[in-house]
């Protein structure tokens, strides 16, 4: 089955792009998820209309997550914990704990989209990034101070 791609999809093509897929992977996950269109003659025929409709929806999402990676750069999370003598905490703040922070500023993130590779278990400042948008990553400073 022809489609036309409405996004970028890992394996098959870029957006915009006329790929050759199999029926079902078409019929049960590309067209259901609005990520591509079967290449009927008339969607072939507005083509460069729907590119055109693409790439507007993509910049206005691009230029959201710079308005948040805006917002989330002029934060500094700083969180209290009990920590020994050598600087190591009890505990430690995780991606969820971060997350809830950035709730309460009025910025919603999935803890899926924080980068931290180990939860933070030492004092000090970090540097915590999230993927805001493939072309676009935030950074959030983090520090953890001694209760």
Same mark, same amino acid.
């Given at each position: 089955?022809k489609?036309?791609?409405l996004?970028?999809?890992?394996?098959?093509?870029?957006?915009?792009?006329?790929?050759d897929?199999?029926?079902?992977?078409?019929?049960n996950?590309?067209?259901? /998820?609005?990520?591509?269109?079967?290449?009927?003659?008339?969607?072939?025929?507005?083509?460069?209309?729907?590119k055109?409709?693409?790439?507007?929806?993509?910049? %206005?999402? /691009?230029?959201?997550?710079?308005?948040?990676?805006?917002?989330? *750069?002029?934060?500094?999370?700083?969180?209290?914990?009990?920590?020994? *003598?050598?600087? /190591?905490?009890f505990?430690?703040?995780?991606?969820?704990?971060?997350?809830d922070?950035?709730?309460? %500023?009025?910025?919603?993130?999935?803890?899926?989209?924080?980068?931290?590779?180990?939860?933070? /278990?030492?004092?000090?400042e970090?540097?915590?990034?999230m %993927?805001?948008?493939?072309?676009v990553?935030?950074q959030?400073r983090?520090?953890?101070? %001694?209760?």
């Amino acid at each position: 089955m022809k489609v036309i791609l409405l996004d970028d999809v890992t394996k098959v093509g870029r957006r915009g792009e006329v790929r050759d897929v199999s029926d079902g992977y078409a019929r049960n996950f590309l067209i259901p /998820k609005k990520l591509a269109l079967s290449a009927t003659a008339g969607n072939l025929k507005n083509l460069e209309h729907i590119k055109r409709q693409q790439d507007a929806k993509a910049d %206005r999402v /691009k230029a959201d997550a710079e308005s948040l990676r805006a917002k989330i *750069e002029a934060l500094v999370y700083e969180e209290r914990r009990q920590a020994s *003598e050598e600087g /190591k905490l009890f505990g430690s703040v995780t991606s969820q704990d971060i997350a809830d922070f950035l709730g309460t %500023r009025g910025v919603p993130m999935d803890r899926k989209r924080i980068t931290l590779d180990e939860p933070i /278990k030492a004092l000090g400042e970090h540097s915590v990034s999230m %993927r805001l948008h493939p072309d676009v990553v935030a950074q959030l400073r983090v520090n953890v101070v %001694r209760e």
